[in-house]
RNA sequence: CGGGAUGUAGCUCAGUCCGGUUAGAGUGCACGUCUGGGGGGCGUGAGGCCGAUGGUUCGAAUCCAUUCAUCCCGACCA
């Protein structure tokens, strides 16, 4: 093993790629574009999964699942969702594999043609909304509030770990509604959900914004989103929320009867949230010595290891200190292997990213306290043994606290409101980030700007101040600042 | 789909230009040993149809052709 993982400063991509393998998240697999999420990384997954579900059903919502399959003609029903998806189709067209009459292993039978052809789902509002017409009738059925946890396929160009894969896991929530305004409730009400989790949990910070209809998603008539900044400058999209109007109610006819006994179509939205926010949390908070995480979302939250070795007295020190740790919820592990030595051990657990490390040596318990290293700052204390938990306890909440106000901090350092194209185009070159500029609100402008610069509109943030302004880039009139950045 | 590159040990790569016994290194792995407060030292060992196919040649990891795959940079995207 190498090491050391490619610093940030030499090559951010590189140093994403070196953190995704060398702390045991993922690896690419045999197939093009799909990766293989290792233990740690799913574990890490797991508890990010776990939390966001908590969150969904106590918002009320309830879990279902839906076929992995979609007829093709599905998603011919409504036009703007085909041609948002349909480029990128892994596409199901037959049943069956013969043995090659030539001897060359298996082939396709052609017998086994599909009558029509399945595509594996991109998304699932298609096939969920055909069966909600099944499923309402009246008002009565409704609101309807129903999540899939499922893996997806989207067959991309060109992937990368985590944050574009050709499969990737993901959650989907479509919900049905009688009315316009409670669907526009319940696709806010989710953007705030993901936002909590994302700034709770995550410990990233995020905007909370709409997104042009030029970044809409294929099908919505809103698209609500959750904007995170990452170490490089560029912007991560790390979840968002579509208020989808009554376009698949009507191509899918899902109709109920109103209380005056009067047909109306349904409201619907769908949100959702992907293994792509594992490569949000890893840019966030991490650093050359490896995965940082936050203590609320880390699997192993405290180790300990001995020194040099294990020994009576040293184990006996940690199974007081991991009883009283577990004791209060935290998660604790003691690193008794042998045949490797206390700073391997140390390297090793720092790029797994684990919050705290106590280090017990003969030396300290003779004194009768223990080290303390925690990762986010790489400081290192000596504590007492006596009320050592009750230290921890507040230190993990502390490091959580840390991670995100240095995220903020860092966001606002590189977040920069410019008035003019030369400034737009300066900050957006050199120092990346957020840009915070005047947009006539036309389709043509914010494309022009993007082949200009590469930046694209992140958002237009929630939270925008009415501010009379000139476009950047035309000039026109505009009444508030959206957020531009170069994006993964 | 355009542009660029690479396929040799589990991993990272040298060797290829200029063909010549038995294909190398580092790291990892196994065993032994001395160690032990920040990725240890020494010793021994296992591990390869040099991406695939076909050619040229007395002889191919090396030259030629074809092919497959992967990676990087673009356009597309959560």
């Known amino acids: 093993m190498a090491k050391a993982i490619t610093s940030r400063s030499e090559d951010y991509s590189q140093w994403y790629i070196d953190i995704v393998k060398r702390a045991g998240l993922a690896d690419n697999s045999a197939v093009r574009g799909c990766m293989v999420i290792k233990p740690y990384g799913f574990a890490i997954w797991e508890k990010m999964r776990d939390q966001i579900d908590l969150m969904f059903k106590e918002t009320g919502h309830v879990n279902a699942y839906f076929p992995l399959f979609i007829p093709k003609s599905f998603l011919s029903r409504e036009a703007e969702h085909v041609e948002g998806f349909a480029k990128e189709c892994a596409v199901v067209t037959h049943h069956r594999l013969m043995n090659d009459p030539n001897g060359g292993g298996v082939v396709v039978d052609p017998s086994a043609k599909l009558e029509e052809e399945l595509i594996v789902r991109p998304t699932s509002e298609t096939i969920i909304w055909h069966t909600y017409k099944d499923w309402i009738n009246s008002y009565r059925d409704l609101p309807l509030l129903i999540n899939q946890w499922a893996n997806v396929v989207r067959w991309e160009m060109r992937t990368r770990l985590f944050l574009r894969t050709a499969e990737f896991l993901w959650q989907e929530g479509h919900t049905a509604h009688a009315t316009r305004e409670e669907a526009v409730a319940e696709a806010e009400l989710m953007q705030k959900v993901y936002a909590d989790f994302a700034e709770q949990y995550m410990a990233m910070p995020v905007v909370k914004g709409t997104k042009t209809p030029n970044e809409r998603f294929a099908g919505a008539e809103e698209t609500y989103t959750i904007e995170a900044l990452m170490g490089d400058g560029k912007a991560l999209q790390a979840g968002t929320s579509h208020f989808l109007g009554q376009n698949f109610a009507k191509a899918f006819d899902v109709k109920f009867l109103n209380e005056n006994n009067v047909e109306e179509y349904v409201w619907a939205t769908s949100w959702g949230v992907s293994t792509r926010l594992l490569g949000g949390l890893i840019m966030t908070h991490s650093d050359d010595d490896g995965l940082v995480l936050p203590p609320k979302l880390a699997p192993t939250q405290v180790m300990i290891v001995p020194i040099p070795k294990p020994a ?79 230290y921890i306890e507040q230190l993990l909440e502390d490091i959580q606290n840390n991670l995100f106000d240095r995220a903020v901090q860092y966001r606002a350092d590189h977040t920069t409101s410019v008035d003019n194209f030369d400034d737009f185009k300066e900050v957006i070159e050199s120092k990346g980030g957020f840009v915070s500029a005047h947009w006539d609100g036309t389709d043509e402008t914010e494309k022009k700007i993007k082949e200009l610069t590469k930046a694209t509109i992140r958002c237009i943030p929630l939270n925008a101040e009415e501010e009379e302004g000139a476009c950047i880039l035309t000039g026109k009139p505009s009444k508030r600042r959206v957020l531009f950045a170069k994006a993964y």
Do not use: C, N, W
Not at 326 to 341: E, F, L, M
């Open 312 to 390: 009576v007295e040293i184990d006996e020190a940690a199974g007081i200190i991991m009883k009283a740790l577990k004791a209060k919820g935290i998660s604790v592990d003691y690193d008794t292997d042998p045949k490797k030595r206390p700073g391997f051990k140390f390297a090793e657990h720092e790029l797994k990213g684990i919050p705290v490390r106590i280090g017990i040596g003969k030396r300290d318990l003779a004194k009768g306290t223990v080290e303390i290293a925690r990762r986010d700052t790489k400081e290192k204390t000596f504590q007492p043994m006596e009320g050592v938990a009750e």
